[in-house]
Structure formats: structure tokens, C-alpha cells
């Protein structure tokens, strides 16, 4: 009997379409991705889906849910998923745990827009308090891990952050595994100039921008083995994670080379 979650013909594998929740469930659990999208998911299904998630103590995560498209993105946690954004994270928290900052986690974020409503969960976010501390805030760092997405996929998501928070996010960190190496992207937003306009005259819409782009590569010929940090150190404008100008002692949070090595070797050991 043929199932009712079936894979779309010359589609990306990870690509299915949804008629009943079982079989997604079965789906969940007999994939080896870290992700999938799901077509066909109307606001009564993807309903039946998230009450199913919270009876069941599931725990993969909706990154992304449009009623307009009807497409769900389901993240799926695995070993080296998590290292990939957990681990960064864990070193940035290290960094502001003295100062006021919340951790948001994966917090479910809705939004109702003129074609119906939005849902989204990062894998790891957060946000300072008491600005960002309130019930539904939208956090002001966002960090999104992909292993079996495509870059285009993670980046779509990216620019999704940014308009369904109506800017409210500050920064996207993209964190992908891809194949023999680590790649890392920082976005955040500014306000184009107009073709033929001056610098006083900006267009309206703010549109993301990518500020850094690092490559960290294993040299598995070394003992121990090595790791190579392209382009330096990732760092984070204190002002877009805290929404202000930083005080005495404090100032942009930076992930050292070293550091980033440390990551790396992290998420190397779930390889």
C-alpha cells in the first residue's frame, strides 16, 4: 500500500508531500537528513502536526511554516546538526554570561501576514533583557545550522528572519557542514542606495548584506590533527546584539581563530 508521504518525483529527496501525520512521523524517523520539506501542508494540518509534536515529546523543530505555500521545513536534530550551532553558541554564551542577555533557544515565533500566518523556531537565538525578554520577542541573534540543506535553502530562511521579524533581528549566522569543510556566513541588514541616488536618498526596505565568510578546513596529515581558519575571526557588533552603544570594558564579541579551531573540532567529532 502506498504510503501518503511520498517523496516528490525529480525533486530533492528531502522534499515529500504530506497527507497524513503518520507517515510523517515514519518519515522522521527512518530519514538519515537533518531536514525536510514538506508540501501540502495546510494551517489545519500543519495545526494537527504541532499538537501531535507536543503529545508525542518530539523533538524536531519547525524552522519554517508558510500557510500561503503551504510548505513546512522540519528540522531534524542529529549529532553533528547540533554540534554545528550549539557549540558556537555555547562559546558566545560563555561570552555574555555576565552581562544581560537571554537565551531564547528554539522559541516558536508567529507572525500573521497579509497571506496568513508564518511560523518560525531557530536552532539556537537570543536576545538582551529587558528589551528582548518579553513573551514573543523576536531575538536579536539568530544562528541556523545546515547539513543536508542546500545554501540557497538556509539562505532563503535567512532572509525570512529578517522580514517576518519586521527587522527586529539583528544578525543571521549561517553554519553549514559541507562535505570536507565549514562554512560560515554573517548577515545583517542596511539600507541600500538607490541606482543614480545619493547617500541621503536610501530606498525604504532594508536588505540583507553578507558581512563575513569563513572557510575552516580539517588537515587530517598533522598529529594532532589540524585545523585552518580562512579569514580570520567572526565577530559580532555589540550594538546589533545588545541594541546599544557597549560600556566600559565591553565591546564587539570576537570568536578568535583558536576558538574557532575549538568549534571545528567539535563538530568534527560528530562526523
Not at 67 to 95: A, D, F, M, R, V
Not at 215 to 228: F, L, W
Amino acid at each position: 500500500m502506498p504510503t501518503s508521504v511520498e517523496s516528490k518525483q525529480g525533486d530533492d529527496p528531502g522534499t515529500v508531500r504530506f497527507t497524513n501525520v503518520q507517515d510523517l512521523l515514519n518519515v522522521i524517523n527512518c530519514t538519515a537528513r537533518a531536514s525536510l520539506t514538506v508540501t501540502g501542508v495546510s494551517l489545519d494540518r500543519f495545526t494537527e502536526i504541532e499538537l501531535t509534536r507536543e503529545e508525542q515529546g518530539r523533538k524536531f523543530r519547525f524552522r519554517d511554516y508558510d500557510s500561503k505555500s503551504q510548505i513546512l521545513i522540519i528540522t531534524i536534530p542529529t549529532g553533528l546538526h547540533e554540534q554545528l550551532q550549539n557549540s558556537l553558541y555555547h562559546q558566545l554564551n560563555w561570552q555574555v554570561h555576565r552581562r544581560s542577555w537571554m537565551h531564547m533557544g528554539s522559541t516558536t515565533h508567529s507572525v500573521q501576514v497579509h497571506s496568513g500566518l508564518s511560523r518560525k523556531e531557530g536552532d539556537s537565538t537570543g536576545g538582551p533583557k529587558p528589551e528582548r525578554a518579553a513573551k514573543g520577542a523576536w531575538p536579536t541573534l539568530v544562528i541556523e545550522a545546515g547539513v543536508s540543506q542546500t545554501w540557497g535553502q538556509l539562505r532563503i530562511c535567512m532572509r525570512r528572519w529578517f522580514s517576518l521579524s519586521n527587522h527586529e533581528v539583528k544578525i543571521v549566522i549561517l553554519t553549514k557542514f559541507d562535505g570536507n569543510k565549514i562554512l560560515l556566513e554573517k548577515w545583517e541588514e542596511e539600507m541600500p542606495v538607490r541606482p543614480g541616488a545619493t547617500t541621503t536618498r536610501r530606498s525604504q526596505h532594508q536588505e540583507p548584506v553578507l558581512r563575513q565568510s569563513i572557510t575552516i578546513t580539517q588537515n587530517a596529515t598533522t598529529n594532532p590533527i589540524s585545523y585552518n581558519v580562512t579569514r580570520g575571526a567572526l565577530v559580532l557588533s555589540f550594538r546589533l546584539l545588545f541594541l546599544r552603544d557597549p560600556g566600559p570594558g565591553e565591546g564587539d564579541l570576537v570568536f578568535s581563530v583558536q576558538e574557532l579551531e575549538g568549534y571545528a573540532e567539535d563538530v568534527w567529532a560528530q562526523v
